[in-house]
């Protein structure tokens, strides 16, 4: 019994102390949003017939679906070009933003928001890939992804520095000017009855913005530190709870796809492999199909793996070494359907999504090969300036790693 | 369960570990500068220790309900989702609403093309009836050799008929809301692209529009002595008129 109290007082610790996996969030924020942006610049020349308000599912269409299910889209709070336009304008922008790690708590809100309103606006011409950014844009709300590579990390240890060096630190004015307009729309918004569907948004919303003036206030004003660590306590336990609910969502993705295959005849035969490389709408490069497809034996093999992987996947977070060996082939199995299917975009998202349970060395020294490139680019750029050009530094460890896990 | 189980731990959490306690009333500001300000619960005096108890109980309750409500979401019919279905959806819609049986319990094993034509008054003033397009061989066409498929040639045309035909009946006729709203959908994409192909031609004007979806088995695989029927099965719907002309004839 004192055992077991002991272990929930250890977990209670753990999960109030710190934002777990910072590595993690952080690299399904990049996956995340680069999958959301390269979506949005591809799909650029064809905004107005997937989300416009003369598309084939035109502003009227929409208005009468979302007035039934009451799903959140900033995108009927106006028919007009001009709003469409700016709205696909801040999608595009939020991704980039929160890419970099910029303000993050705000600008995953607006992702978010940027997220929804178009995919809510349209919802069929979305895929697979579309909905696994649906729901984890929701989640990434509520977790600390700006802890380490991001603009908000810089940001916290120059301030640190110049704390340190005795300077002192000038007052944050981006912040409020953020939290001021934000609220503004907010407040107007919900004035003229335009959250008056589901509630789920608008709350998260409210939330959000009102968590965000609490923590100002508290930081400013309070007498003691006691409020300021309850809150980060909370924040603590917020974005524990998102990242457990993240990598469940990642389970039962691989749970359901593994366990209907298992119920089907195709899938039991050894062949479903093959039909799918045979669909007008799923085989862009019809040659590599047929070469996939000519051994029976190897779509067989095919076939089953996937099966197996997916169905095991979930059971194998319990021992790490199995995990990793997995993941890794499911990463590539999702790297082989973006090319072999045509389906890069949802593969992609997939991909970010299996990111959240790469091992952190593994997505450190990702971190550092980055930071060395980076450096090295920065040199680089810097002799060219004087026009010298020295030999590089060779780094002794293969850059190749740097690949994986990020999906750029 | 488990968030009960895990709530409950926590409230008594405070009175479990005594010697933590006393740690917050250690003054906040503790003047060696190299020490690391404590964080956690264990920094916190009892009254925010039962703050965060209450917040750590709530995330914990609302981690498990929703992972539940997901699970029951994406779960065959069974017990639970006959008795409580309307729970479920309640929760899940329309935020997070999801669908991950991917090719799954058996990938398509039919080629369903979707095809088009017109009723166009030509310039001169008679009626002409265009030839089929295929529309959704011009989308396979445009996704071959096409490293980034756009969603306007991979789903749109796709996803529109599926929409359709799980909004209507065998002979044609919508369900509720939803088959209307399916009907105008597919109905302005074929317009589309209708129009780029330029089915009206040189100063006609396109007042209706037939849809119909032809239907073909996959080839089975070469090495499998399975046999299919390479017929093509045909759904054909009526005619629809397109609203737009009804307006340029009253205008006239």
Known sequence: MNRVSLAVSAAIARVTESALGPYQTAVIRIGFTATWLLFLLREFPHRQELYGPDGPWDFDLAQQLVGSNGAFTALMWSGSQVWFETVYALAVLTSVLLLLGWRTRTTSVLFMVGVLSLQNRSVFVGDGGDNVLHLMCVYLVFTRCGQVWSLDARRARREGEARARGERVGPDRAGPALWAVLGLVLGAVTAVGRLDGDPTIPVILWMMWLGTALWWAVDRRARTDQPRILLDVVGNIAHNGALLVIMAEACLIYATAGWYKIQGSRWQDGTAVYYPLHLEYFSPWPALADLLSASGTMVMLITYGTVLVQVAFPFTLFHRRVKNVLLAAMMTEHAVIAVVLGLPFFSLAMIAADAVFLPTPFLRRVGDVADRARARLARAVRRGDHGTRVPEPRTPEDPEPAHVGFTA | ?252
């Not at chain 2, 008054?121 to 756009?150: C, H």
Request: aromatic share 6%; glycine share 6%.
């Open chain 2, 1 to 252: 369960m488990d968030a009960r189980e895990e709530g409950s731990a926590v409230r008594h959490g405070p009175g479990g570990e005594p010697h933590d306690a006393p740690a917050a009333d250690v003054p906040p500001r503790a003047p060696e500068p190299e020490a690391e300000p404590r964080t956690g619960v264990a920094a916190l005096s009892l009254r925010y220790q039962i703050a965060a108890a209450l917040a750590l109980a709530v995330v914990a309750i609302t981690v498990c309900v929703h992972t539940g409500m997901v699970f029951l979401h994406v779960a065959p019919s069974n017990t639970v989702t006959k008795q409580h279905g309307e729970a479920i959806d309640d929760w899940i819609y329309p935020e997070f609403e999801q669908n991950w049986k991917l090719f799954a319990p058996n990938p398509l094993q039919q080629n369903i093309a979707v095809q088009a034509r017109a009723s166009v008054a030509t310039a001169d003033g008679r009626i002409r009836t265009t030839r089929w397009y295929d529309l959704s061989a011009e989308d396979g066409r445009a996704i071959d050799g096409n490293p980034l498929p756009s969603h306007t040639q991979q789903n749109a045309l796709r996803r529109a008929w599926d929409f359709f035909v799980a909004t209507h009946d065998a002979e044609n006729r919508p369900v509720g809301l939803r088959g209307a709203l399916s009907e105008s959908y597919l109905r302005r994409t074929v317009e589309l692209r209708l129009d780029r192909a330029d089915a009206a031609g040189e100063g006609g004007v396109v007042e209706r529009v037939q849809v119909r979806s032809r239907t073909t088995n996959v080839r089975p695989p070469k090495w499998s002595d399975e046999r299919v029927s390479d017929r093509p099965a045909y759904r054909v719907l009526p005619w629809w008129r397109v609203p737009e002309t009804r307006e340029r004839e009253d205008a006239r």
